[in-house]
């Protein structure tokens, strides 16, 4: 059974930062792409960042500067960095891996909320 399970997420002042995480299961991790998406209440869910297989990382230009995607092949975790949050960051965080251009998997969420 394949599973994305996304933690870190949580409430936290503007300014402050979080380390959200995403542990698979049921994949051969280090053959995917994983991509980190969010969602606020009443939008479209949106592409933040993706690492590939060989580490190179891309991201959304609402993400340069503050977001930082990282993977860790061992734990078969991606990571997503966000510093100097702000209140327009606040959003379910969402992971997904995907091979031969299409996504087999998401996980259920994390929500972020940024707030003073």
């Known amino acids: 059974q394949v599973q994305l399970v996304e933690s870190g997420g949580g409430l936290v002042q503007p300014g402050g930062s979080l380390r959200l995480s995403c542990a698979a299961s049921?994949?051969?991790?280090?053959?995917?792409?994983m991509n980190w998406y969010r969602q606020a209440p009443g939008k479209q869910r949106e592409l933040v960042a993706g690492?590939?297989?060989?580490?190179?990382?891309n991201y959304a230009d609402s993400a340069k500067g503050r977001f930082t995607i990282s993977r860790d092949n061992a734990k078969n975790t991606v990571y997503l960095q966000i510093n100097t949050l702000k209140p327009e960051d606040t959003a379910v965080y969402y992971c997904?891996?995907?091979?031969?251009?299409?996504?087999?998997?998401w996980g259920q969420g994390t929500q972020v909320t940024v707030s003073s």
């Open positions: 997904n891996a995907a091979r031969f251009g299409a996504i087999r998997a």
């Open positions: 049921g994949i051969i991790f280090s053959d995917y792409v």
């Open positions: 690492i590939t297989t060989g580490g190179s990382a």
